[in-house]
């Protein structure tokens, strides 16, 4: 290609020009919205709750300590939401992937590291499953994964219609290992020096969630899964392989949400049917509030972390309280998610419109 | 012999064959395993036996697939939330009435308010999905699970009960009626939808807008104001079906009312040979499926299966069922069809 | 650089769908440095042939070289390796990603594994500054207009392969300035030797930019051109199918009423709807056959729906019967006597699953409204009276409309309208794709209805018919209105000659 490299030399003498910043109001805004009304509700909680040391180090961890879980469930939903795709079976398979460690712990008598890799192992499987209907079966993928939510609950109920509590002494010994951080400490009243804690579900949250942040930003596959978010058809034509981009997504979301069951059943030490009733909700307002409109080519993770810790700072609020109800919570959490959606259809609608 | 084989093609392309053959199927089933299956005894004055049984239970299931019906018709979308439209519905209709030794308020307020409840979650769920344009399925999602936050907040989390024995009449039997009432509901639902959607355009209005949308609207059909419609419709069959599983235990439990019915009302629709990517649709189709399910749901229990392992099953029949309906495994047969073919005469050309 | 040698010959290219010809021995030779119109109306095969030279579609014979080498195109993927690259009109780009990413996707630049964003922000200036645009590389596809758009799309083109581009259609939806810009793109690149063939419908445009033309008509080469050696009027003579020299006055028919003082129906006074058409009037009265005569993409489909109301106007106004008409919804309009054909039949007419009989009695319905359903009997009663007049073939009224052939379909989407009993209609290509039989009968029925006194629009990318059937044309060229010619003046010349635009000589 001579051509081409002549063509190149005579890019290269051209002089360069200015740029100008065009970038206002883009798909930054509703991030932009999502860190605002943290911070709001953060500095309220502050004020509020001060009584109650809400500002306190630990308060902040337990933020992320009781929502390893969620955290790593929804940096899956968000690459799923990207794909503009959705996956309502999450709540159901972090209940069965309880179950499944719980049964095999207690009754099967497996040790918790290999219990872990059979429950991951299955979480891949099963988000193989559900991807390969929905990228080369051409289903509706919410039609998928309803089946696939009723699937797993389901599942949950053959192994165990009984409550099963984990007694495993490894399961147990790294869900209560405290890594305490070097700074932040304070004093107890005997002069003690405390210093805050989380545990390991954390770490592994965090360590996910800086992978999926590189994978999206600097791999191929994770720019190829935006481009087919933002259109399929395009990503065709511009020679991605759309079904397979697809199909891996919903198996690193099924492989996430297995993990994000780890992390919950560490958390709870304990399998039951109703476990995670309503997580999937919780995993998609996470993604939807941070920033990840449903329509898909937009996302961030680390706004998926702020909505995540929107939604624990409600839930501290509402327990803060002491009289609420803990379904007010939910009820908040559903409000907010219609709201961000209502905010995201106008919009793409005034973006149609200018057009 | 060419004339008989022409009704009987007559009858296989009839919408309502094969949702009858897989009711006949699951019938056959059961006949097997319990050969007492279609006795019906009277017993206390009224009618027992394991069909009257399934009819009775199948009605709130019926009443929901109605309703579901309409929706995927004119939208080609599900809505999930009817498990926790019916859990509301009943907790509004309890708080109503109060758990003392007699009624708070009138019964009558006690059937109104739980629907006007209905129709409020419907519109909330219409006016995302027509007039936001959210895609059904997150639209319901959010109900899908606040709307059983706010049925236990209306019921304290308590499970409450209603003493007057009159309460139960909706869900169980009047005096001296032996049919259950359940049924008479069902049948009046059915027939209040069937008797609309005949006298009035909206049967061909509702498929029309579910077909194409596009075109409706240039005809001049407001196509947004019937699906929003059609979904405040379903939300009100929802709490109707909520009053009748209230009525049936004379309590309520947030948490187990409608309990995984979404799934078994989409089911129904799929099951009466509905497409559900929406158009042309089918009430008695649905019906039919409804009954289906509820057989299907006492044959499993039969089987020693418990409630909470159902799902697994019914996911199960769901996939089949889309997959079939979907184009792409038509489109592979062919594929593999023509592929051979080509191969062939290319062989031949050589 | 001036023009060189062929870079792309295509010989004797047939093509066929179901078993009717849509390529029929075409001949197409593009060379290096030459700027290419490929023109024809509606069916000519244009689109045929662009799929064929990208892969999209196989052929059945002829041979494709590339620089004297056959090759054949399995994919586009595999024409982009030949060195064939396409930019359509609607732009494949994905425009959620920046623009330096939509330029090099898939083949990011890669630094310890990792995509080197610098890298590619960096190479992405010094693409986009060689063709003189100056955007932010880094800022998001959809923050810019579509005309950068375009530009983003043949910069990736180019940048991949770089021998033959095609540009299908890319001024459709751009404005002057924008065009010029897009044209001094086209010229840098013209330079550096590429081949360009251009899709285009607009005239002007390729007297502006084109070395050569290429007619096609059903499916047929007309013959290749230079820009010089072909006056406009003879271009547009050629694509629709008329032999200018050999025009003979085609006589009329008497349609419509010749009185003057016919009463006025509706009354358009600067109506317009932003990049759809631009402002026009319009008057059509009682007994007026009004065609609305322009190439594809002309905007005549446009001022069509904007008086219909499927495009909301956002100037001007529109009176019927001497009274403001504030048209909303579709509805509005249905409920004051006006009717419309769309000109997509599948997508924007028929109800493929409802049956012969809904179809028909659909308008009438919305009309009258949820509760006042009409009877059975009277539904079969209009349908077989339709049926009947308008000669619809189906096997009963029950039969789903999408299994009737398309003049079907079409006579069924009439019937709909002729049952409201409109005062106006407006027919947009009511006759596109069916039969001549059938054409002549709905040529006959829009004179008839002329004749009853309604007034009608009626538009046909046909000259003929439609000089057949309007005692007036309004022609449009680049979305407006710019003539208007009645009675005698209505001749095949006249119309070119508007059409064509420009000074036609």
């Known amino acids: 290609m001579n051509d081409t490299e002549l063509r190149w030399q005579r890019f290269e003498h051209k002089k360069v020009m200015s740029l100008i910043k065009e970038k206002l109001l883009g798909h930054n805004f509703l991030l932009f919205v999502t860190v605002a009304l943290f911070v709001v509700m953060y500095i309220a909680g502050l004020f509020v709750y001060k009584d109650k040391n809400f500002g306190n180090m630990q308060v902040f961890l337990n933020l992320l300590i009781s929502n390893a879980g969620l955290i790593i469930t929804s940096v899956g939903m968000t690459m799923v939401l990207i794909i503009a795709g959705i996956d309502i079976s ?234 609420l109800s803990s379904w007010w919570s939910k009820i908040i959490i559903a409000a907010l998610l219609a709201f961000f959606i209502i905010l995201q259809s106008l919009l793409t609608m005034r973006k149609e419109r200018q057009r | 012999m060419k004339k008989s084989n022409i009704k009987s093609k007559h009858i296989i392309n009839h919408p309502l064959f094969l949702p009858l053959v897989c009711l006949l199927l699951v019938l056959i089933v059961n006949l097997i395993q319990t050969p007492s299956f279609f006795k019906i005894t009277i017993q206390n004055g009224v009618l027992y036996g394991f069909i009257i049984d399934i009819i009775n239970r199948s009605s709130g299931l019926i009443i929901m697939a109605v309703g579901m019906t309409l929706v995927v018709a004119s939208s080609g979308g599900t809505d999930i939330s009817v498990g926790a439209v019916s859990a509301l519905a009943g907790a509004v209709c309890v708080a109503v009435l109060g ?234 047969y062919y594929m593999i069809k023509s592929g051979i073919s080509s191969g062939r005469s290319a062989r031949e050309a050589n | 650089m001036k023009i060189g040698g062929e870079i792309l010959t295509m010989h004797h290219i047939s093509k066929s769908f179901l078993g009717v010809k849509a390529l029929s021995n075409v001949d197409f030779t593009l060379r290096a440095g030459e700027i290419h119109a490929l023109m024809g109306e509606n069916g000519a095969g244009k689109s045929t042939l662009i799929k064929v030279l990208t892969g999209a579609e196989e052929f059945e014979s002829g041979e494709i070289r590339i620089a004297g080498k056959p090759i054949i195109n399995r994919s586009p993927q595999e024409a982009q390796l030949n060195g064939i690259s396409t930019v359509y009109q609607e732009i494949n780009l994905c425009p959620n990603l920046s623009v330096a990413e939509n330029l090099f996707l898939g083949r990011q630049p890669q630094k310890h594994g990792a995509i080197d964003w610098k890298t590619m922000y960096k190479k992405a200036k010094e693409a986009f500054e060689a063709l003189d645009i100056n955007i932010d590389v880094t800022s998001t596809l959809d923050n810019y207009s579509l005309a950068i758009q375009q530009m983003v799309a043949i910069a990736r083109a180019v940048d991949i ?67 010089g050696n072909l006056p406009r009027v003879q271009l547009v003579a050629r694509m629709m199918g008329k032999d200018f020299e050999g025009l003979a006055e085609i006589k009329r028919h008497e349609a419509g009423t010749e009185e003057d003082n016919a009463a006025t129906v509706i009354e358009a006074r600067g109506l317009g709807c932003t990049g759809k058409v631009k402002p026009f009037d319009l008057n059509v009265s009682k007994g007026d056959v009004i065609g609305i005569s322009g190439l594809l993409g002309s905007g005549r489909s446009e001022l069509a729906r904007v008086i219909y109301g499927a495009d909301k106007p956002d100037t001007g106004e529109l009176k019927m019967n001497d009274k403001k008409l504030d048209i909303r919804a579709p509805l509005d309009a249905v409920r004051s006597g006006i009717a419309f054909l769309p000109e997509n039949r599948k997508e924007e007419g028929v109800i493929g699953d409802l049956s012969v009989r809904e179809n028909i009695v659909l308008a009438l319905q919305a009309r009258k409204g949820i509760f006042r359903l009409l009877g059975k009997k009277e539904q079969e009663e209009f349908t077989d009276r339709y049926m009947d007049i308008l000669k619809i073939k189906a096997s009963d009224r029950e039969a789903p409309v999408k299994r009737l052939s398309g003049g079907n379909q079409q006579k069924v989407v009439l019937a709909r309208w002729l049952l409201t009993n409109p005062d106006f209609l407006i027919l947009d290509e009511p006759t596109r794709g069916i039969d001549i039989g059938t054409k002549n009968e709905i040529q006959r029925l829009i004179v008839n209805l002329a004749k009853e006194g309604k007034a009608v629009i009626f538009i046909s990318s046909e000259i003929e018919e439609m000089l057949r059937t309007c005692n007036r044309m309004v022609v449009m060229r680049d979305s407006s209105k710019v003539g208007e010619l009645s009675n005698n003046e209505i001749t095949q010349e006249n119309i070119m000659k508007a059409i064509a635009g420009g000074n036609a000589s």
């Not at chain 1, 805050?196 to 965090?206: H, I, R």
Request: with cysteine; hydrophobic share 50%.
């Open chain 2, 99 to 332: 758990t003392g030794e007699s009624y708070r308020m009138p019964y009558i307020i006690s059937l109104l308010l739980p629907l006007i409840a209905g129709m409020v979650c419907g519109a909330f769920n219409g006016f995302l999905v027509s007039y936001m344009r959210v895609q059904p399925m997150v639209a319901t999602l959010i109900l899908f699970t606040a709307g059983r936050g706010i049925a236990q907040l209306i019921t304290g989390s308590f499970i409450l009960y209603v003493k007057p024995v009159q309460f139960q009449y909706l869900g169980s039997f009047l005096p001296n009626v032996p049919i259950p009432t359940p049924c008479f509901v069902a049948t009046f639902v059915i027939l209040i939808t069937w008797l609309t959607l005949k006298y009035t355009s909206l049967n061909m209005f509702i498929q029309s807008v579910g077909i194409n949308p596009k075109a409706s609207h240039l005809v001049g059909l407001n196509s947004k104001m019937i699906t929003f419609f059609t979904y405040v419709f379903c939300s009100v069959c929802a709490a109707g079906a909520g009053l009748i599983s209230v009525s049936r235990t004379a309590s309520i439990d947030a948490n187990n009312v409608g309990l995984n019915v979404e799934l078994d009302a989409i089911l129904a629709v799929a099951i009466g040979g509905n497409s559900l990517s929406g158009g042309k649709f089918s009430l008695f189709g649905s019906v039919i499926g409804a009954i289906t399910i509820q057989a299907l749901t006492t044959t499993l229990y039969a089987m020693h299966v418990s409630a909470d392992q159902l799902p697994l099953y019914k996911a199960i029949v769901v996939i089949i069922i889309v997959a079939l309906q979907s184009p792409e495994p038509k489109r592979w």
């Open chain 3, 161 to 227: 392969s770089s021998r033959v581009l095609i540009l299908d259609e890319p001024t459709s939806s751009l404005d002057d300035s924008e065009v010029e810009k897009l044209f001094s793109i086209m010229r840098k690149l013209k330079e550096c030797g590429l081949g360009i063939i251009f899709v285009t419908h607009f005239i002007e445009q390729v007297y502006k930019i084109c070395d050569r033309i290429t007619v096609l008509r059903n499916g047929e080469l007309v013959g290749e051109y230079e820009v």
């Open chain 1, 90 to 323: 999450v709540g159901s398979v972090v209940a069965v992937t309880c179950m499944m460690l719980a049964s095999m712990m207690e009754k099967g008598k497996i040790d918790a590291l290999p219990a872990i890799a059979i429950v991951l192992l299955f979480g891949i499987a099963f988000g193989a499953i559900q991807g390969w209907f929905i990228a080369y079966m051409k289903l509706q993928p919410f039609i998928v994964t309803l089946a696939g939510m009723f699937f797993a609950r389901g599942l949950t109920a053959v192994i165990s219609l009984e409550m099963i509590t984990i007694t495993n002494k490894t399961f147990l010994s790294i869900a209560q290992h405290k890594m305490y951080l070097p700074f932040g400490g304070s004093l107890n009243k005997r002069g003690v020096m405390i210093y805050p804690y989380v545990y390991p579900t954390v770490a592994a949250a965090l360590i996910i969630l800086v992978l999926a942040f590189i994978m999206l930003r600097y791999t191929k596959f994770g720019r190829s899964i935006y481009a087919v978010g933002g259109s399929e058809q395009s990503a065709m034509l511009m020679g991605l392989n759309v079904k397979r981009i697809k199909f891996l997504v919903y198996i690193i979301n099924g492989f996430l949400a297995s993990l994000g069951g780890v992390a919950f059943c560490l958390n709870t030490t304990g399998a039951f049917v109703e476990l995670a009733k309503g997580f999937e909700m919780e995993a998609i307002a996470a993604t939807v509030i941070g920033g990840t409109p449903l329509t898909g080519g937009v996302g961030n993770v680390f706004g998926t972390l702020f909505g995540v810790l929107i939604k624990a700072t409600i839930e501290t609020f509402v327990s803060f309280q002491g009289t």
